[in-house]
């Protein structure tokens, strides 16, 4: 006998979506539905828990991602309420299927180039951007915006989609000495690119390009972390590392001497980077899922990691 299937209104609690996602997406139809406008209020919290039978943190969740995405407001003491919406950065952040949604919109998408100049980071600048003046790497998820998810039935199509318009990125970049390292992201982050091997069918071909490695993420999609990092060997430009957890490398189950072991191999000689996200500011904590201290400090993150890497390899 087949199961039932859940309601549209409702958490369907056998689907492969994180729930905090699934109710995002039903805040939203909710808001269409009701024709709420910029400023209505939206079902607090606890109502939330109640009507769909799921944690505050889940709650918590799904409404800190829609105030990223600009779609409400939460006031504190007061209520979470609907925002006008950030259409022109959620248009840019939407790689796959632009220029359709666009047509089908009754637009027409081009682009003008006004002005192409090379203006150097002063100190200021550097500094807002935590890297320093000439800093040969940009590394991150250079492919779409982080958190959003979709079922792919295209993945070479949007590849080849997503060469094109990251190549004139790319060859800027390579003509001032820069590499774009693009960074695998897991299945609860992004759709597009979530392992070594989905990065390098998806830069096939595309120079000025490299590989951006994150344990974290690694420690989800990849079945054998070195291994992984053998098959980058010669495209990683960034490395990034932390505990399983977010927290401090050598606390937690990650072959820490293997791993190293195959960035050595692979003929990396860049930076290898602790990358942790602290539980005392709200609005990170919420947005990177991190529920708990991962340490008595911050700084002991970066100290306590540092050496256990030290301890491994010369080159960390």
């Keep these: 006998m087949a199961a039932a299937r859940p309601a ?87 790689l796959i299927g632009l220029f ?13 180039i006004l002005r192409h100049e090379r203006a150097d980071a ?35 199509g949007a590849y080849r989609e997503l060469r094109e318009h990251l190549a004139p990125v790319a060859e800027y970049a390579a003509e001032r000495g820069v590499t774009v390292a693009v960074e695998p992201l897991n299945r609860y982050e992004t759709s597009l690119i979530n392992t070594v091997d989905q990065a390098l069918e998806a830069l096939d071909g595309l120079a000025g390009c490299a590989l951006a490695l994150d344990v974290y993420h690694m420690n989800i999609e990849e079945t054998d972390l070195p291994a992984a990092v053998g098959r980058a060997a010669g495209r990683i430009a960034h490395v990034q590392v932390s505990a399983n957890d977010r927290g401090a490398p050598g606390r937690d189950h990650l072959d820490w001497r293997a791993i190293m072991e195959a960035l050595d ?25 991190v529920w708990r201290p991962l340490a008595p400090t911050q700084d002991a993150i970066a100290v306590d990691g540092l050496r256990h890497l030290r301890s491994l390899t010369h080159h960390a």
């Design 100 to 112: 359709d949604d666009v047509e089908r919109r009754g637009g027409h998408v081009h682009s003008d």
């Design 8 to 94: 549209e209104d409702e958490i369907d609690r056998h689907s492969a979506a994180p729930m905090y996602d699934q109710l995002r997406h039903l805040i939203l139809d909710g808001i269409e539905r009701d024709g709420l406008q910029p400023g209505d209020p939206l079902p607090g919290e606890h109502r939330l828990c109640e009507r769909y039978g799921i944690s505050r943190t889940v709650v918590r969740q799904a409404l800190a991602q829609l105030e990223h995405e600009g779609m409400v407001e939460r006031v504190k003491g007061k209520g979470t309420f609907v925002s006008r919406p950030r259409t022109s950065e959620a248009l840019v952040h939407t």
């Design 265 to 289: 191999r692979s003929g990396y000689t860049g930076p290898v980077v602790i990358e942790s996200f602290t539980a005392h500011n709200a609005t990170i904590a919420t947005a990177a899922s």
């Design 122 to 156: 002063d100190a200021d600048v550097a500094a807002a951007l935590e890297v320093p003046v000439g800093s040969p790497v940009i590394a991150g998820p250079a492919y779409a915006s982080v958190g959003r998810t979709w079922r792919l039935a295209d993945r070479a």
